[in-house]
Nanobody, 125 residues
């Protein structure tokens, strides 16, 4: 069973940066599509970014130009670099992964098979 662990969350001021990382145990991320979602209190889970197992990146409209998703095959991790953070970026951020070599919809939570527990990102005004 693949288990995902996010790291790198924390408190940052408006305009600052954070880098989140997603790692897996019980399996590799290298041949899986991986996505990042976030959920703020009282809101639905929102798609942020994804990288396919072939290396194609896609982003949600709210983060385009500010966030960058990348994969490190040697470390078997997927990272989310977040720049120009705003208070509205405050949320719990989740890493999600698909089954190996699978495609399908990257934009919805139902498109993923494995989830991490989430890491809190708080952006102060």
């Amino acid at each position: 069973q693949v288990q995902l662990v996010e790291s790198g969350g924390g408190l940052v001021q408006t305009g600052g940066s954070l880098r989140l990382s997603c790692a897996a145990s019980g399996g590799t991320l290298n041949t899986r599509g991986v996505g990042w979602f976030r959920q703020a209190p009282g809101k639905e889970r929102e798609f942020i970014a994804a990288i396919s197992w072939e290396g194609v990146n896609v982003y949600g409209e709210s983060v385009k130009g500010r966030f960058t998703i990348s994969r490190d095959d040697a470390k078997e991790t997927v990272s989310l670099q977040m720049d120009s953070l705003q208070p509205e970026d405050t949320a719990v951020y989740y890493c999600a992964a698909k089954r190996r070599f699978s495609s399908g919809n990257y934009y919805i939570p139902e498109g993923y098979n494995y989830w991490g527990q989430g890491t809190q990102v708080t952006v102060s005004a």
